[in-house]
């Protein structure tokens, strides 16, 4: 669902599903006919801005989950994976991409401290926010590509990628902004090159 709209908005979605479906029990909504994913995310308000791209991963999701791991999500993480069949696994649904398989797996590890039997493919997503951040601190190009940041991040600390993706997102969400970024309350000011204002 956190795919061009604000992060708040994405998260809530599964709670709005819930309230329009009156359930959120994976082998019920398993049952369900993907007209009533399609209306429940349409219907006024709708609760993305793809309402009918996100209600068909939404429904594909589900009987992903059913299918493949007998309708319990937690068993795609249980097994103390290694990071690359993490991500390799968030890949394997319908609308995600690397994007968001290794955002899914970063915070699964970082936030609910899920084990993992490495973090060495848990790279940094290549978020706008997170460019910015990279680019004004002189670690990529302006003009570089996903690659490049993944490398980048890479190179910095090569057994967990993904250590810099939260931290760089909240920077350029609260100061690095696209224009008139506030470096005088900046967190990186002092080391920064982009910084325009001197911290005291």
């Not at 939404?58 to 009987?63: M, T």
């Not at 996903?146 to 490398?151: A, F, H, K, P």
């Amino acid at each position: 669902m956190d795919r061009q709209i604000i992060a708040e908005r994405a998260w809530l979605i599964p709670y709005s599903l819930r309230q329009r479906l009156g359930c959120f029990d994976s082998c019920y909504l398993a049952e369900l006919p993907v007209e009533r994913f399609l209306a429940a995310f349409s219907d006024p308000p709708p609760l993305h801005r793809f309402p009918e791209v996100m209600a068909k991963n939404a429904y594909a999701a589900i009987h992903h989950i059913r299918d493949e791991y007998r309708g319990d999500a937690s068993r795609i993480w249980s097994d103390c994976p290694s990071s690359a069949l993490l991500v390799l696994r968030f890949l394997r649904f319908q609308g995600a991409g690397p994007k968001i398989a290794t955002m899914a797996a970063n915070i699964l590890v970082r936030d609910f401290h899920v084990p993992v039997s490495d973090k060495y493919s848990i790279d940094i997503s290549p978020d706008v926010q997170v460019r910015r951040v990279f680019a004004r601190l002189g670690l990529i190009r302006e003009e570089a590509s996903d690659q490049e940041l993944t490398y980048a991040a890479r190179a910095m600390h090569p057994d967990y990628p993904g250590i810099f993706d939260l931290a760089a997102w909240d920077v350029g969400r609260t100061w690095c902004h696209p224009k008139k970024p506030d470096c005088g309350h900046c967190c990186l000011s002092s080391v920064c090159p982009a910084t325009e204002t001197p911290t005291c």
